[in-house]
């Protein structure tokens, strides 16, 4: 499982780097995306990362100083901080689109549909137990 995880990592790291980003910096990206226009609370961001992110004040930091994001603080929680992506943010999400694609592809494009949902679900199977409780991980998608 590790030697897996490091062989498709690499190729994704390698991909990342040629854009100055890391896959967690993306994923932010993506997240932010997907509830544009609407903000997201960092706590909601760190609960829906595909992996763990121990500093995300500086991942953040460092999205906002390329102007890829735009931080705020609620007005109804002064402690809770609200991030949405800026234009250049969907724009760069744009560019990375079909190259990223093109990525998983490389990563995974030579296994079907059929093999692909099985190891989906073995995935899922494995990594339930270790979920947080109403973890957005644990939620089966239907196909």
């Avoid at 390698?14 to 997907?34: C, G, I, K």
């Avoid at 931080?71 to 809770?80: H, T, Y």
């Avoid at 494009?109 to 270790?130: K, V, W």
Wanted: charged share 25%.
């Amino acid at each position: 499982m590790w030697r897996c995880y490091d062989r498709l990592r690499a190729i994704e790291d390698e991909f990342f780097a040629a854009h100055d980003l890391t896959a967690q910096q993306y994923n932010v990206l993506r997240l932010l995306r997907a509830s544009h226009p609407q903000v997201m609370a960092t706590a909601e961001i760190v609960a829906r990362l595909i992996s763990r992110a121990p500093d995300m004040t500086r991942m953040l930091d460092k999205l906002e100083a390329r102007s890829l994001l735009a931080r705020e603080r609620s007005r109804e929680d002064r402690r809770a901080i609200l991030v949405r992506i800026t234009p250049a943010g969907v724009d760069l999400l744009k560019v990375l689109s079909e190259p990223l694609r093109m990525v998983n592809e490389q990563q995974l494009g030579h296994m079907n549909a059929t093999d692909l949902a099985a190891l989906t679900r073995l995935l899922r199977l494995a990594a339930t137990p270790h979920e947080p409780l109403n973890s957005p991980w644990t939620q089966v998608e239907e196909n």
